[in-house]
């Protein structure tokens, strides 16, 4: 049986450019003591998705990069990571304030190893709260933000099964807001076991319109005073069936 080991994720880490130094850290928290409102996208980057599907959803972590630095303070306090998933489960960028993010640009390829990524984006948040503690920065509560053409391929059902369990069991305990949202052939019922909330189908390729929303909400969740709870979020217009 292959079980997810948390350890896996400082050793892949450990020689990745984007993964800051623990004196960057200090300094970075040192000069900006905001609080920290965490977001990782889990971007689905299967063979799939080649074409005009990635080439949209590149278009929107533009949008979004664009969207967040309009806005002053969600500038100092949102933070991006992205974790992309085909075959392999890779940090494509680590946790930036968004004044710092720039969107990468993502190529396809390969099978669709979604529980791996969610499991190492848990672990990544995990790591991530432990750091502001440690310099004693408050945060809000974290997001997951999962976007995906299918459902689970090549990987352990195991994988699967310890994932929907750490989010089942995050989400009681108010550590993660995650969210799953499905492209075009996504597996809906597929994606409704592993999420607590219920999953939302994307209107055609409307990312822009998507991550127009997900900064919306970035801002609304920053800027708010109570750092645990879900507030009412902007609405959704980007859904259809």
């Not at 969207?67 to 002053?72: A, I, N, P, T, V």
């Not at 994606?191 to 219920?198: E, N």
Request: proline share 6%; glycine share 6%.
């Amino acid at each position: 049986m292959k079980v997810w080991n948390p350890r896996s994720l400082l050793s892949k880490s450990a020689g990745d450019s984007t993964t800051p130094s623990i004196l960057e850290d200090a300094v970075e928290f040192a000069e900006n003591p905001e609080p920290r409102c965490p977001c990782i996208l889990l971007l689905d980057t299967s063979g799939s998705m080649k074409g005009e599907p990635l080439d949209a959803l590149n278009e929107g972590l533009r949008t979004f990069q664009q969207e967040l630095d309009r806005d002053s303070l969600a500038k100092k306090r949102v933070e991006v990571a992205i974790v992309t998933f085909n075959s392999d489960v890779e940090i494509v960028q680590d946790f930036v304030t968004a004044d710092d993010f720039q969107p990468p640009v993502l190529k396809a390829k390969g099978l669709t190893h979604m529980g791996e990524a969610i499991l190492r984006g848990l672990d990544m948040l995990q790591i991530r709260k432990a750091l502001y503690r440690e310099h004693g920065v408050s945060y809000y509560r974290p997001w997951l933000f999962l976007i995906t053409d299918g459902e689970p391929q090549g990987e352990a059902e195991e994988l699967i099964e310890q994932a929907t369990q750490r989010i089942r069991d995050d989400e009681a305990n108010k550590h993660v807001a995650f969210f799953a949202v499905g492209v075009e052939a996504a597996d809906l019922s597929r994606l409704s076991q592993i999420s607590v909330r219920d999953p939302l189908k994307l209107k055609g390729l409307n990312f822009k319109e998507l991550f127009v929303w997900l900064s919306a909400s970035m801002q609304q969740v920053s800027q708010s005073a109570q750092m645990d709870e879900q507030l009412p979020l902007p609405p959704v217009t980007w859904t259809g069936a």
